[in-house]
């Protein structure tokens, strides 16, 4: 079946340093759509970044991400992390499959430290 | 804009008893979704309704029913809380496409006793 893959549970980095969380996923769809969410500390989870174009960087307030269907890729990256950044991050999949569903990696807990 | 409002914030229960969610949004979403959070899972799909009195299991629904009375609101029931179980439940909606973002509510934490 589909799945999406965090493979860090919990990312540290220091305060201007770039910072990068991994996803990947599998899946046999051809047309797909893939989301971060970020969620503060007691607040509900919101879009941070999607895309459904293969190889276009998308940004959002300091963040990229660049869907690589060739690697099965959606990693998170920033050139400069804030305290301000500090959140759980979640990796979604949606496929055309049509039903509505979307699919979330495990999420990765950063801290960003002064 | 909009916004979705899950009562209650916080459910305390007893092993056995039944819990009744409620979610409502006013986008005038289709689809609308609840999800359990639990810490290193991730976000788990309960049950999905794509509209008025229709509904779709998840992953997760055993142990659980749901009801879309109308286009704006969502409850889940856990039939039958179980002892020392902690999470938070989530409720989500979108329009009906699947480049649509979901937008959640703020969550009940559940605590049972």
């Known amino acids: 079946g589909d799945s999406v893959t965090q493979t860090e549970g919990l990312v540290t980095v220091t305060e201007g340093l770039p910072v990068k969380l991994n996803c990947t996923y599998q899946?046999?769809?051809?047309?797909?759509?893939f989301f971060w969410y970020v969620q503060y500390l007691n607040e509900a989870p919101q879009v941070l970044l999607k895309?459904?174009?293969?190889?276009k960087r998308t940004e959002h307030q300091g963040f990229h991400a660049t869907l690589h269907k060739s690697s099965s890729s959606f990693h998170l990256q920033k050139s400069s992390a804030q305290l301000s950044d500090s959140a759980l991050y979640y990796c979604a999949l949606r496929v055309s499959s049509g039903s509505w569903q979307l699919i979330f990696g495990s999420g990765t807990q950063l801290t960003v430290m002064p | 804009g909009g916004i979705i409002t899950q009562t209650p914030k916080f459910l305390i229960g007893q092993e056995g008893q039944k819990l009744t969610l409620k979610c409502q949004q006013n986008?005038?979403?289709?689809?609308m979704y609840w999800y359990r959070q639990d810490s290193g899972k991730g976000l788990r799909l309960i049950y999905y309704?794509?509209?008025?009195?229709?509904?779709q299991k998840g992953d997760l629904s055993e142990g659980y029913d749901a009801s879309r009375e109308k286009k704006s609101s969502f409850s889940l029931t856990v039939t039958s809380a179980q002892k020392n179980e902690m999470a938070v439940f989530l409720c989500a909606s979108s329009r009906d496409s699947y480049q649509d973002t979901q937008y959640f509510g703020p969550g009940t934490r559940l605590l049972v006793l």
């Open positions: 986008f005038n979403h289709d689809t």
């Open positions: 899946t046999t769809y051809l047309t797909i759509a």
């Open positions: 309704s794509i509209t008025e009195n229709d509904l």
């Open positions: 895309s459904s174009t293969d190889n």
